[in-house]
């Protein structure tokens, strides 16, 4: 019933957007729809995982493959007359869609892309950037239908405001067709008819959209090096600097964290300390002179541009970059090379990525999936206490799964991130990476996760990365901002 909902809608509105929390059943129907159509452009994370999956499977190996002389590049994708996915683990099975070379600068500048970019490797690209790319592709396959599934996921709020811009110009070109699937109420575009998806049935949006679209907080023109906010404080620092560039000193001394410790505590363990720090991509500076310390009872949110290496800087702290060698880094109190054994490094950190999400592959059931969070491993665990599993009963229940026995296979993608997500918390861990944890969640269970960090604050160290201004738990002390530095 919901397919001829859709395709009445359509028929009615070439140009549709709709915001729905029920993102996965929602883009099921629109692709039924479009699998029906000739000429279709997709721009999706799914696309994005799947080159991803298909050129490294394991987070590790993306940083690994970087160096392989055979790797696609980004010029590949978008100007190779047959472009296939391929490697010693996958292939398509068919070629990609044929683009317009003579589109190609139209293309890098509604991704906002410099030209540059054409001679990097794919996988050295953030999930940003690689979205960006395939939205350059999508321009230069003369599409009759565009379907943008999820349009800002993963993008920075400077990048979303110009993005929006462009959609909105992209609709108003006659005989094109084009479908966004939002999942974000705050997210919907000027213009554009609006409707709302739920319970199989679409209703047109009772609010009222934007006149234009939104501008960000803070544009990215105005950060020209790391910047450090103390959230408790207000006050702006640089990680070189002793002093801090806006805010009061004496506030800082005098003033406490959420859980009462002093904020300045420099006698607190130094979990993380990296010096000097600098990490290249052929010409481009990922990282570049990072100086960045990281205190036992510090919760750090960490935010940057597309590219600005945030991706990166979780590969060094969980010691998956090759590059850890490189530089003056310390990890939990041991050095890269001196020392540091890896796998019980990993042993003391809670981790989450959306790659992790997309690979993990073990056939378990919900609640032995919370139940490796007490161990090292990814796979099914031995010897878990009857407390243990209590405690993974609990946290189901309250993330709202009911039956703890159901196959973490059978699940949305959006609930299986959640529920990774809570096995890399339950233990709980030292320190706990998270990397964009409230992408595509519903507003409930952003509520909940967040619940559950402010919880978690006062025995583990929170590090998370996120596009969102100000979407974190309260008991966030620092914001780190990261440029972005132009290629070389």
Request: net charge negative; charged share 25%.
């Amino acid at each position: 019933m919901e397919f001829k909902r859709f395709e009445a809608l359509i028929e009615m509105f070439p140009q549709v957007q709709i915001f729905s929390t029920e993102g996965e059943d929602l883009d099921r129907v629109i692709t039924h729809f479009l699998n029906q159509r000739e000429n279709v452009s997709t721009m999706s994370e799914a696309m994005q995982r799947k080159i991803q999956q298909a050129l490294a499977p394991f987070f590790q190996q993306r940083f690994i493959s970087l160096h392989d002389a055979e790797a696609p590049l980004v010029r590949n994708l978008l100007l190779d007359k047959k472009f296939f996915l391929q490697t010693d683990r996958y292939i398509d099975d068919m070629a990609w869609p044929l683009t317009d070379p003579e589109k190609l600068g139209e293309a890098l500048n509604i991704a906002d892309l410099a030209e540059g970019i054409l001679d990097r490797k794919l996988l050295s690209l953030s999930n940003g950037e690689l979205r960006r790319v395939l939205l350059a592709r999508m321009w230069m396959e003369k599409p009759e239908w565009v379907y943008f599934n999820d349009l800002f996921g993963g993008l920075d709020p400077e990048y979303r405001a110009h993005l929006a811009g462009c959609v909105a110009d992209l609709a108003k070109r006659p005989g094109l067709k084009v479908v966004v699937r939002l999942a974000r109420e705050d997210e919907l575009l000027p213009e554009i008819p609006a409707f709302v998806y739920a319970d199989k049935t679409f209703t047109q949006y009772a609010g009222e959209l934007p006149k234009a679209a939104a501008t960000p907080k803070f544009k990215k023109a105005e950060l020209k090096d790391y910047e450090i906010v103390d959230l408790r404080g207000g006050a702006h620092c640089h990680p070189e600097q002793t002093k801090c560039v806006e805010g009061s000193q004496k506030a800082l001394d005098s003033s406490t964290s959420p859980n009462g410790s002093a904020q300045n505590d420099t006698d607190a363990e130094i979990l993380f300390d990296l010096k000097h720090v600098n990490v290249r991509f052929g010409d481009t500076d990922v990282l570049k002179n990072l100086n960045w310390t990281v205190r036992k009872g510090e919760h750090w949110a960490v935010m940057g541009e597309n590219g600005a290496g945030k991706s990166t800087l979780l590969g060094m702290l969980t010691a998956d970059h090759p590059q850890i060698y490189n530089n003056d880094i310390t990890l939990l109190g041991e050095r890269p090379g001196h020392g540091l054994n890896i796998w019980d490094h990993k042993a003391k950190l809670g981790f989450f990525s959306p790659e992790m999400a997309l690979q993990y592959r073990e056939d378990l059931s919900l609640l032995d999936v919370l139940c490796t969070g007490f161990t090292p491993n990814l796979c099914r665990a031995e010897n878990i206490t009857w407390e243990e599993k209590a405690k993974a009963r609990e946290w189901l229940t309250y993330l709202g799964f009911e039956d703890t026995s159901i196959s973490i296979r059978k699940i949305s993608p959006i609930d299986k991130r959640l529920v990774l997500m809570a096995r890399a918390a339950i233990r709980p861990p030292k320190v706990l990476l998270l990397d964009e944890p409230t992408q595509g969640l519903k507003g409930e269970y952003r509520e909940k996760l967040f619940h559950l960090l402010q919880l978690l604050s006062t025995e583990t160290t929170i590090i998370m990365v996120s596009h969102y201004e100000e979407e974190w738990p309260p008991c966030m002390t620092h914001l780190l901002r990261m440029p972005k530095f132009s290629l070389n």
